[in-house]
């Protein structure tokens, strides 16, 4: 290893670490109230100081004007107090015309993990105003609340028998279970611990775990700030286990696709899902529930609590995945600047191409000359797997795969030797009655036309949207992965519109729009096409020609490259301003 | 309330919003102490609505609050004497404990923790200088302004720091 990648690695290491360390550091949610209250003190004081001052002072009203400010000062701050300057003309505050600030007294903090029944001091201090302890009194009693919590947030009703109860001034833990059946038997299992937290009069849920300790979730962490889709884990554990992951408020479900059901066991060391949520509240929880394979009751509980990032429509992902010396690598959205790496070395090749789907980073890596495969790597960080590999001859150039089933792909490879019909081919590879695996190809004969950039999965899963270049014109082209034979055996769902300039990529966000990158007469135009409308997002003026874009999966941020290497960053609502990449990169994705 | 008075109110509750957490963060991985980084942050919120007048920019205000932040943290380490003295001489055993072997590759195989036990070990402008370059991700102009030293001095402490901070994991290796 030499010196030079000593120290990128030193550098990656470094910048992990405090990255990861700033991210448990949560401050109390009391900061913007404690910064108003002394600025409101401060105001305060300065008000009836200056009348004051201007009619001069004494030494002795100084030391009364000192004082008085001494009562009032935060105690919690004892470096901010200042010695009084007994020549200085502080008057005394008089009494008559102003009153001196009232003493600030901090009141206990509400607990930041708390997600149930209330998410706000305001919500409790409403409902003690509401004569809520008289009213509902289980929200003050904690085995109440925990056999409440498990009925109506998990909504698993009949986890009624308490197996321990822990209560103290301040936290309590009640463990709960129930009757299971299998046949004629009838066995006593605990489901969960519920964990809760007292806060002026009322209890407050904090987290459940498995009572046995096996259903554990490593991601998220507790009280850790999230944005959809939310990336959930945990140590595997069992044989042929089963478990539901959803994302509850005290709104309701706030989970917006199908419920995940996770297989694992049988030494599978860890088990994870991403499930997409709009949550309309700013605490919630990330819920896990194992089914008994017996009678399909609940087995086992987790719930997490956790903060929800609020969406703000010009936001951007905070990351997102380049090339750097030959290998995938995480980079600051906001600066350019490498983060850490993902993939090792390939000695006579290297990676390309990144795709971020769901929590894996897919890629194509070289080795050595006419040898490519399409490959995968944990977002996270982990071991590289080989996804799919071109025809013998041939070379991937481009590929997408489905987000809803990393099963299946799409990609176009092309001949290595020109003199070899066809040049090309679109691969696609699917699934067919949910288990067996099927590649069909469309063949391109001879170049132009071509596919160019990569192909990307539309939002049916079904169809494959390509941009096809057939000379001097080019388009962007749906095709059918499980019907289409033919090089013309597509539609246009994006029109024809040779205003909007001449389509060089294009890729599917979220909500199924069509993006693609143009080169126009101008410059770079990029395009978001729906319902059959194209109209161009945002322009970038030059000589530059598209290389690749990067669209965010709510559609409101994208990434556009040129094939020089420079990157600009476009948020909705926003203009284009470029990244200040350390290394040029002509492809990437967040 | 004058109109200036409400525009400071309203530039502290959004440049709250918007950068209280990460100043906090930046606060805390230079103390070490969570609860001490929020009151060096608040007390730096206060004093930036007190020059509000003076600044009147948002990027102002933030590079303000920045200044404001490393300076106190500085100011409170002093005053609070809580700089692991032990620490610039060598690691913790509990850290050395869980150290890789040698064959296993010194760099490679630090761990997190073991980094960050490192870096607390550095000379103070040192250790501002990596946190700034690698946590808030600044350039050297800023971190010089944020500072208040020379782009040049920025160069040379975070070169020291990094040859420093090799060295203590390596040492322990």
Same mark, same amino acid.
């Given at each position: 290893?030499? $010196? ?6 030193l550098e990656?290491?470094l910048r992990?670490s405090l990255y990861?360390e700033a991210?448990?550091i949560?401050p109390?949610?009391?900061g913007?109230?404690r910064i108003?209250?002394r600025v409101?003190?401060r ?10 001052? $201007? ?21 919690t701050h004892p470096n901010t107090v200042t010695t009084?300057n ?173 419920? =995940? ?18 949550? =309309? ?51 600051s959205?906001r600066t350019g600047s ?34 490519? $495969? ?206 200040p990449?350390s ?8 | ?6 525009d400071a109110?309203?530039a502290l509750?959004a440049i709250y919003t918007a950068h209280y957490r990460s100043l906090v963060r930046l606060s805390a991985l230079l103390l070490h102490d969570v609860p001490a980084a929020e009151d060096v942050v608040q007390d730096a919120f206060v004093a930036m609505h007190g020059s509000w007048k003076r600044l009147r920019d948002t990027d102002k205000a933030l590079a303000y609050l920045r200044q404001a932040v490393v300076n106190r943290s500085r100011s409170r380490l002093r005053h609070l004497k809580v700089v692991d003295r032990?620490a610039s ?26 980094v960050l036990?490192a870096l607390r070990s550095l000379p103070q402008r040192q250790r501002e200088v990596l946190v700034l370059r690698y946590y808030s991700d600044l350039s050297e102009a800023q971190i010089a302004d944020a500072m208040g030293i020379s782009a040049g001095a920025v160069k040379s402490h975070a070169s020291r720091g990094m040859t420093a901070l090799r060295?203590r ?5």
């Open positions: 290893m030499s $010196a030079d990648d000593r120290d990128v690695r990656e290491l992990t990861d991210e448990t949560i109390a949610g009391d913007l109230s108003q209250g409101t003190t105001r305060a004081r300065a008000a009836w100081w200056h009348p004051m001052a $201007a009619l001069g002072g004494v030494a002795v009203v100084a030391v009364a004007g000192f004082a008085a400010y001494a009562l009032t000062r935060t105690p009084g007994v020549n200085s003309p502080t008057p005394t505050p008089d009494a008559s015309t102003s009153t001196p600030p009232a003493p600030v007294v901090v009141k206990p903090t509400f607990p930041r993990a708390a997600f149930y029944p209330f998410t706000s001091e305001a919500a409790e201090q409403q409902w003690v105003a509401q004569d809520g302890p008289s009213k509902q009194p289980w929200i003050g009693d904690p085995e109440l609340l925990a056999k409440t919590f498990v009925a109506s947030f998990v909504q698993q009703p009949g986890v009624t028998d308490v197996y321990a109860r822990n209560v103290s001034d301040r936290t309590a833990t009640i463990t709960l279970g129930r009757t299971l059946h299998d046949g004629n038997r009838a066995v006593p299992v605990k489901v969960t611990t519920v964990s809760m937290v007292r806060f002026d009069k009322a209890w407050l849920v904090v987290g459940a775990s498995d009572a046995d300790g096996q259903l554990r979730v490593s991601h998220p962490k507790s009280g850790q700030k999230l944005a959809s889709p939310v990336f959930v884990a945990g140590p595997g554990y069992g044989v042929d286990e089963n478990v539901q992951v959803d994302v509850r408020t005290v709104s309701g479900i706030v989970r917006t696709g199908q419920l =995940p059901t996770v297989g694992f066991g049988n030494g599978v060391p860890q088990w994870s899902t991403t499930v997409p949520f709009a949550a =309309p509240d700013p605490r919630g929880a990330v819920v896990v529930v194992e089914l008994s394979a017996a009678d399909g009751g609940p087995a086992r509980i987790t719930a997490v609590g956790v903060n929800f990032a609020t969406v703000q429509a010009a936001s951007y992902p905070q990351y997102f995945y380049g090339v750097k010396n030959g290998r995938v690598a995480k980079f959205s490498p983060i850490s790496y993902l993939t090792t070395p390939v000695p006579g090749g290297g990676a390309s191409d990144p795709q971020l789907v769901g929590d894996k980073v897919y890629y194509l890596e070289g080795a050595g000359t006419c040898v490519d $495969a399409l490959r995968s790597v944990p977002a996270a960080g982990g071991s590289s797997t080989t996804v799919a590999s071109p025809d013998p001859g041939y070379v991937i150039t481009g590929f997408g795969v489905l987000a809803g089933d990393t099963r299946i792909n799409s990609y176009f490879e092309t001949s290595c030797d020109p003199a070899v019909s066809p040049q090309g081919r679109l691969v696609f590879d699917t699934i067919v009655n949910d288990t067996n695996s099927q590649r069909t190809a469309i063949d391109f004969d001879n170049f132009p036309p071509q596919v160019v950039d990569d192909p990307t999965w539309a939002a049916d899963g079904r169809h494959v949207i390509a941009v096809v270049h057939t000379g001097t014109q080019a388009e962007v082209r749906q095709y059918d992965a499980y019907q289409s034979s033919k090089i013309d055996d597509a539609t246009t769902p994006c029109g024809s519109d040779p205003s909007l300039g001449l389509p060089t990529a294009t890729q599917v966000d979220g909500s199924g729009a069509v993006w693609f990158a143009t080169q126009t007469g101008s410059g770079m135009g990029v395009v978001r096409c729906a319902g059959g409308q194209a109209v161009t997002a945002f322009t970038v003026t030059g000589k530059d020609t598209p290389a690749d874009l990067a669209v965010a999966d709510n559609g409101q941020a994208v990434l556009l490259t040129d094939t020089s290497g420079a990157v600009w960053r476009w948020t909705a609502g926003g203009v284009a301003t470029q990244v990449t290394v040029p990169q002509t492809q990437l994705t967040w | 309330m004058d109109a200036a008075a409400r109110d309203e509750v032990k001489s060598l690691l913790p055993a509990d850290a050395r404990a869980h150290m890789p072997s040698a064959e296993t590759g010194a760099m490679a195989a630090l761990d997190r923790a073991h036990v060295q994991l390596e040492q322990t290796s």
